[in-house]
């Protein structure tokens, strides 16, 4: 069965140092979100994209958080420097085209000291 | 813009009971509706969609979710549950129209006992 990769699975760094997350979606999806979920908290997007281009990152800190999605197939959600408040799970997801059902990676749990 | 609230953040239940977790949303537009389920450490699996047709739609392991639309509500149900239900579950909205990604209520913990 088709899975979202997502590496690594778990993450430890020091605050101010940079992080970086990699996700592969299912193979034939167009669209790709990153999501971060807070301990205890639903997830909360940060960004979508559709093949290459960004379609939402209003939420998305962009003084310190970048993502990009290279010829429309794997992406990188990069936090440079991290802080603190930034220790969560980022999740990726991804579905065939806008506004069906998306699947999930395993995520990747941050922990920022 | 769209918004989901889950109106129990936990529920404990004995094993063989039956259970519901409500959902409510808000959206000014037709929306879709999903409910996914988060085992301890792991990402999100879909349970249970409407998107259009039967209000009433069904998972393969027994849980059920009605769509009403007067009530705006999307409540999950299942006649008796047990141990290996215990997880964490999100109801999420989406608008129908594109570009629109799912928005997620705060979660219920389901808590199963013998």
């Known amino acids: 069965e088709a899975e979202v990769a997502q590496s690594p699975r778990y993450k430890i760094t020091e605050k101010s140092q940079a992080v970086a997350f990699w996700c592969d979606p299912i193979?034939?999806?167009?669209?790709l979100y990153w999501y971060r979920q807070i301990l205890g908290q639903g997830p909360e997007l940060l960004v979508q994209f559709q093949d290459e281009s960004v379609v939402d990152d209003s939420q998305l800190p962009k003084d310190r958080f970048s993502a990009e999605r290279l010829k429309g197939v794997d992406s990188t959600l990069k936090i440079q420097p991290a802080e603190l408040g930034d220790s969560a799970m980022y999740l990726c997801?991804?579905?065939?085209?806008?506004?069906?059902?998306?699947?999930f990676g395993q995520g990747t749990r941050l922990t920022v000291v | 813009a769209q918004s989901v609230t889950q109106l129990d953040s936990q529920v404990p239940v004995f094993e063989e009971a039956p259970v519901e977790l409500r959902c409510n949303y808000s959206s000014s537009v037709s929306v879709y509706l999903f409910w996914y389920v988060q085992y301890p450490n792991q990402g999100l699996q879909l349970l249970l969609k409407?998107?259009?047709?039967?209000?009433l739609v069904e998972s393969i392991n027994g849980f059920e979710a009605e769509f009403n639309k007067s009530q705006t509500s999307f409540h999950l149900r299942k006649p008796s549950v047990h141990i290996s239900d215990t997880a964490e579950y999100f109801c999420?909205?989406?608008?129908?129209?594109?570009?629109?990604?799912?928005?997620f209520g705060k979660g219920t913990t389901l808590s199963v006992s013998s």
């Open positions: 999420a909205v989406s608008a129908y129209q594109a570009g629109t990604a799912l928005i």
């Open positions: 193979s034939g999806h167009a669209t």
């Open positions: 409407y998107l259009s047709g039967s209000t």
């Open positions: 997801a991804s579905s065939l085209r806008l506004n069906t059902e998306a699947f």
